[in-house]
């Protein structure tokens, strides 16, 4: 078995310059201060973010939202998928692109996706996952899905927790709610050893059990 030191010594370290550049144009001048301001944003534990290498960010999910907010507090570019038909807008797409985004069509099988989050880790990004799948009323995770604890098994890189607390709230009735937001990153949890089932069964509970002890945190 080949150790995750070696692993990923064969990745690329960094994302694109350019990708970068714009991450941090698009954080700064758009993202933070939605987050920051808007919703009074907290971030807790971006010490346990990578600096360098590849990474799985695996969090819970309630909000259209949470994609640009988990990737400004983790302080480096996370690939996120995104519907296919953002794809079709010229100028759009190639932004998104170099942002990290990837498209996958409603309905399609998760393998692509899949595919598609490992070319990106292969080129030095962190990428990230929502462990349920699926957006939740709560904000906890109910179904746990295990493809990002596969894919970390798969790679070899690190699997970094996430809490998103309070964006459950932002949707009302009628537009967005001003509520507050905490996001809490844990420490990294190992990828499991290999991609057999019981291994990836067990890292995918242990990330469940990390995010939501510190989704129980709350503000």
Known sequence: MTSPNSALSTYKQREPAVSLALYHALKWGAVAPLLHGYFNGRVYGQENVPK????????????????????????????????????????????????????????????????????????????????????????????????????????QVPLVPVSIWGNHNIRGKVGFRQVPITIRIGELIDPPASTKRPRVEATTQQCVGVIHTLHDLGR
């Open 52 to 155: 360098q290498g590849p990474f799985l960010a695996v969090g819970n999910h309630a909000s259209d939202f949470d994609p640009p907010f988990l990737s400004c507090a983790m302080g480096r570019p996370i690939a996120f998928m995104a519907k296919e038909q953002l794809f079709n807008v010229p100028l759009l797409s190639t932004g998104i692109r170099l942002y990290g985004a990837y498209p996958v069509r409603r309905g399609e099988s998760d393998r692509k996706a899949l595919r598609s989050a490992m070319e990106y880790l292969e080129n030095g990004w962190g990428a990230g996952l929502f462990i349920g799948g699926t957006r939740t009323a709560d904000g906890r995770i109910h179904k746990p899905q295990m493809g990002a604890a596969w894919i970390a098994a798969k790679m």
